[in-house]
């Protein structure tokens, strides 16, 4: 679980991220962020029902990226504030292969 510093969770926060302009997405994930003026980077994961209309299966692709965000954390640059945006393709994906695609999106992004 992300530390409570780490988590992006005011609505005016979340919306600040969602007008930017600035991200980037593959077809299993993406990131939108804007920069913050903190010492740490704060995140939130998005799974809609678009993804999966079960709520065990948003849950669990929400809880494995939240996972895979912590073991990164030392890796994330500091001073942003990101959503983590899914979509259906990540369903299938096991472990692995999200933390892959996740890796690649935040490089593509200039995070990591």
């Not at 939130?44 to 669990?60: L, Q, W």
């Not at 965000?69 to 959503?83: N, Q, W």
């Amino acid at each position: 679980m992300l530390s409570k510093d780490h988590r992006l969770r005011h609505e005016k926060d979340i919306g600040k991220v969602l007008k930017s302009r600035a991200g980037a997405f593959d077809n299993a994930c993406g990131v939108k962020m804007v920069k913050n003026d903190l010492d740490f980077s704060r995140f939130a994961v998005v799974v809609g029902t678009k993804v999966s209309k079960k709520a065990v299966d948003r849950n669990r692709i929400r809880r494995q990226y939240r996972e895979i965000l912590r073991s990164m954390m030392s890796m994330i640059k500091p001073g942003f504030d990101v959503i983590l945006l899914t979509a259906k393709p990540a369903l299938p994906l096991d472990y692995h292969q999200k933390e892959a695609k996740l890796k690649g999106t935040l490089h593509r992004a200039k995070l990591l």
